[in-house]
């Protein structure tokens, strides 16, 4: 028996389709998670939801995140800091995590992304204490309660403090070690088929932290087990000298010397690219996970996004790690995006609607997906739905298509919808108990804290 969702009469259903398309007062019609008619016609559905005076946006996707640093949020030891030093700092607390600590991180800024109309994220894990070995299936356990797509990176570093490197010894690993685990979680998790729930990347984790044997390796595997790469790059200055120094090189050419530039990879941040590097990106479809509120609050500097997109690089948005945030909110991420880039840019700033775009089609782009990020018949039912009668919507509605960035949402959607199914609604957690796993969080983050 198929499962149905009909969502009757929208307002506004803004469609991200390569018409750009906003429709009205039109309804939606899924079927066991894909949409199966969008017009004027009566379904009958398990699940029934007004739209009326509702505008429909595809689901926000998230290219780039560590949810594990959820617990290292608002350290004021930290808050001055830029990356190297903040990393150093931080690497002694992060040493201490357990998969207690990736659950709660994990369903709480999950949960976060989902009241904010997130319905896919990608989360960049690469930091495994010694001794702890379930904490992508944590991470999976985690977003099957929420109901959210999950793409995990199974990440890795191998250059400790000793051997050069930021991370201290008990964190790094050895290339044989990462690879076998890299393979196991492929084989367990990865769903490449459509509209799959749960799929892996392998992400070691930055020119800083890892060897260039670990970096080769990891392409080599990836590609023969049809998987996706990611990894830091560009992201500061201090990055940039150390490339320098220690290889020869800068960052992207360091990265093509080991193989990792092509249509399966994607770099977070991109901040400091030239001109020649932008055409290489471009020639190449080598992605870039724009993190605009992270690269502000490390001082890391601003992204080129207005020449990569008019060049065609891929580019998707993403929130990073919640200690360079501090939050879990795309909605909020697009109007920093919106905004940073009219600072920089001017006239020639992306429009509210391009950075929607950035955050929807553009992210499942550089996921390597095409059944997520537009509605479309076909296309995966994820979405989610805002209330055009708000009181702080008022003289708003003018231009749906780019309220979002050019106004911004300063509360939770009212629902989200993943693969057909209701995981928020009027702002809350429908899946999960919001105050249970709040408490439990609360518990579990004053016991990491105090070691």
């Known amino acids: 028996m198929k499962k149905s969702i009909f969502v009757r009469n929208i307002r506004y259903l803004v469609t991200c389709d390569p018409q750009d398309s906003v429709l009205e007062y039109v309804n939606l019609y899924a079927e066991d998670g894909v949409i199966i008619d969008i017009s004027n ?36 030891q930290v808050q001055s800091m830029e990356l190297f030093p903040w990393l150093i700092t931080l690497y002694e607390l992060w040493k201490n995590i357990d998969e207690d600590v990736i659950r709660s991180t994990s369903l709480t800024g999950m949960g976060e992304l989902m009241k904010n109309g997130c319905t896919t994220c990608f989360d960049h894990h690469y930091v495994f204490p010694a001794g702890r070995h379930e904490m992508i299936e944590s991470q999976f356990q985690a977003a099957e309660e929420l109901g959210i797509r999950m793409h995990v990176s199974r ?49 070691p984790c930055s020119p800083f932290s890892v060897t260039p044997d670990l970096m080769k390796e990891s ?59 932008l ?21 890391s500097g601003v992204a080129r996004i207005p020449e990569m997109m008019e060049k065609g690089v891929p580019v998707g948005l993403a929130v990073d790690g919640s200690a360079s945030n501090d939050g879990s909110n795309l909605l909020e991420e697009m109007r920093v995006a919106y905004l940073l880039h009219r600072l920089t840019y001017g006239r020639t700033a ?34 989610f739905m805002v209330d055009t009668k708000r009181f702080e919507l008022v ?20 629902y989200t919808v993943v693969g057909g199914k209701i995981a928020v609604k009027q702002g809350h957690l429908v899946t999960v108990d919001e105050e249970k796993i709040q408490y439990e969080a609360d518990r579990c983050f004053q016991e990491f804290i105090k070691k």
């Not at 926000?60 to 560590?66: Q, V, Y």
């Not at 055409?279 to 001082?299: D, F, I, Q, R």
């Not at 089609?361 to 996921?367: C, D, E, Q, Y």
């Open 219 to 277: 392409a080599k595997l990836a590609r023969s087990l049809g998987v996706r790469l990611h990894t830091h790059l560009a992201e500061t200055k201090d990055e940039e000298n150390f490339t320098l120094e220690t290889y020869g090189m800068r960052p992207l050419a360091y990265m093509e010397s080991l193989g990792w530039i092509g249509s399966d990879v994607w770099f977070a941040h991109g901040i400091h690219f030239n001109d020649e590097e």
């Open 41 to 76: 016609k009566e379904w009958e559905a398990d699940t029934v939801i007004d739209g009326t005076g509702m505008c429909v946006y595809p689901g926000l996707i998230n290219t780039h995140h560590h949810l594990y640093q959820i617990f290292t949020r608002n350290l004021p």
């Open 395 to 414: 003289g708003a509605m003018v231009d749906p298509k780019s309220v979002l960035a050019t106004v911004g949402l300063k509360s939770p959607v009212d």
């Open 350 to 383: 992306p429009t509210g609607y391009d950075i929607l775009k950035l955050a929807t089609v553009g992210s499942a782009g550089i996921l390597g997906r095409t059944d997520i990020g537009s509605l479309e018949t076909g296309k995966a039912a994820d979405f």
């Open 155 to 203: 990440g890795s570093m191998s250059l400790s403090k000793k051997d050069g490197g930021l991370p201290p010894d008990t964190v790094v690993q050895t290339i044989d070690d990462i690879l076998k685990d890299s393979s196991r979680l492929v084989e367990k998790f990865h769903n490449p088929n459509p509209f799959s729930m749960k799929q892996v990347a392998l992400a």
């Open 279 to 299: 055409a290489l990106l471009a020639e190449t479809k080598t992605g870039v996970a724009h993190c605009p509120v992270s690269n502000m609050k490390l001082s």
